[in-house]
């Protein structure tokens, strides 16, 4: 009788599906882990070769960056600007859009009795003649104590010349390029202010430039200086008259340097000023480019339209209440409508012939009473042809043109 084929149970049945649905399961498991590997590798390696600021895209893109920069402290800023919406701007944004955002402050005030004398001017001091140990004859003035040492002349009055600079550079990217424009930008500042805004009675003015590399480094000096300062780009301070400004790669750190050797010039030559006119001159500046003995401010269109959407949206303030807007204010309605406002109304005052003469009376006006008490908006209201009312008629027109013409000094 033929053997009947054995039936394998129901156990042995079920145990092989069973075992290939968990040998796949290991197997995808396996996979996953295998592709996270690599994943965290790649990122790694990505990780190493990218530059600092591929870095803080990254980050930033991921929404990390006010992390990242209290846990590691990165040198540099990861978020520069803010805008509407979001917290930060990343530095992949063009910088002609994201400078107007950047606040500028300030250490002190330009009226303060406790003020650092200008170290522009020198006292004449007596020239030394004696006869050192070698037995060569020295010249210096500075008083010897050997016996034989006589009195032969005085040192020149005046000191370091009508505008100067001392300028110093913390940290290891240093640009040669930078260094060599520094002091044409500086000086072409100076002139333009003087002289190109014809401001009368103008005094020698020699400032401190100091550019530090790194944000921790630049925070640390601004620390040591003040501890009422939150800017991670530039401010200036009246004591000892220094402008100190981050290094942002050389155009973006010269246009912040252009900005706050503004604010002293003005704040030494005219005291105390308008919010709006202060800023507004400062951001003109900006703007400069100088070759040889000419200056061109840029007047980009879209800037002008980004001004005209503001406008049109309804978040500038009426022109009669910017005029009188104090810091606080300013913080208020943001530095991304504040800085371009201010820049739009000093730019088009200074687009015509007639308005620019104006403009320069103004000035001159506001150094005749520096650091007193001025009546600013009765003086303008009745200065403009038609007053505060055409003032602001006149520059909604030119706004809504929208075809601003660049400045030529």
């Known amino acids: 009788m033929p053997r009947r084929p054995r039936t394998p149970d129901r156990k042995a049945r079920g145990s092989t599906p069973r075992r290939c649905l968990s040998d796949r399961l290991a197997e995808l498991l396996q996979a996953a882990f295998l592709f996270l590997v690599m994943l965290v590798l790649s990122a790694g390696l990505m990780w190493l070769v990218s530059s600092d600021e591929q870095r803080k895209g990254y980050l930033g893109a991921l929404g990390l960056g006010e992390w990242a920069r209290s846990l590691i402290g990165l040198q540099d800023s990861f978020d520069i600007v803010p805008i509407a919406g979001r917290s930060s701007r990343q530095t992949s944004v063009p910088i002609l859009e994201a400078r107007h955002h950047v606040s500028h402050d300030a250490i002190g005030s330009p009226c303060a009795r406790t003020r650092t004398p200008n170290p522009t001017r020198k006292a004449q001091r ?5 006869t050192d140990e070698a037995g060569r004859a020295v010249f210096s003035d500075r008083k010897p104590t050997v016996h034989d040492a006589r009195v032969v002349g005085h040192t020149a009055e005046g000191g370091v010349g009508m505008f100067s600079t001392d300028y110093r550079f913390f940290g290891a990217r240093r640009d040669s390029g930078f260094d060599s ?6 000086d072409g500042v100076f002139r333009f202010l003087a002289k190109g805004l014809d401001l009368e009675g103008v005094e020698p003015l020699h400032v401190r430039l100091t550019v530090i590399d790194g944000e921790r480094r630049f925070i640390a000096y601004r620390d040591r200086r003040t501890s009422t300062l939150t800017t991670t780009s530039g401010f200036y301070a009246f004591d000892g008259n220094e402008a100190v400004v981050r290094w942002m790669g050389p155009e973006t750190t010269m246009r912040v340097v252009r900005h706050e050797i503004a604010h002293l010039a003005l704040g030494n030559w005219l005291g105390n000023m308008p919010l709006w006119l202060n800023e507004g001159l400062a951001e003109v500046v900006e703007r400069m480019h100088f070759q040889l003995s ?5 007047a980009p269109v879209k800037d002008i339209r980004d001004v005209a959407r503001l406008r049109g949206s309804g978040r500038l303030p009426p022109l009669r209440t910017f005029l009188s807007m104090g810091r606080a204010d300013w913080n208020r309605i943001g530095a991304e409508v504040a800085y371009p406002y201010a ?11 007639q308005r620019r003469s104006l403009t320069s009376a103004y000035l001159n006006k506001i150094a005749q009473h520096r650091c007193r008490a001025f ?7 009745g200065a403009y042809p038609g007053g505060l009312n055409a003032f602001a008629s006149g520059w909604a027109a030119w706004l809504a043109q929208g075809r601003p013409l660049a400045l030529r000094y």
């Open 126 to 130: 007596e020239v030394y003649r004696y």
């Open 181 to 186: 424009a520094v002091s044409a930008n500086i």
């Open 294 to 298: 000419s200056a061109t401010v840029a």
């Open 343 to 353: 820049w739009s109304m000093v730019h088009f005052l200074l687009e015509s012939p």
């Open 375 to 381: 009546d600013h908006e009765a003086y303008l209201n």
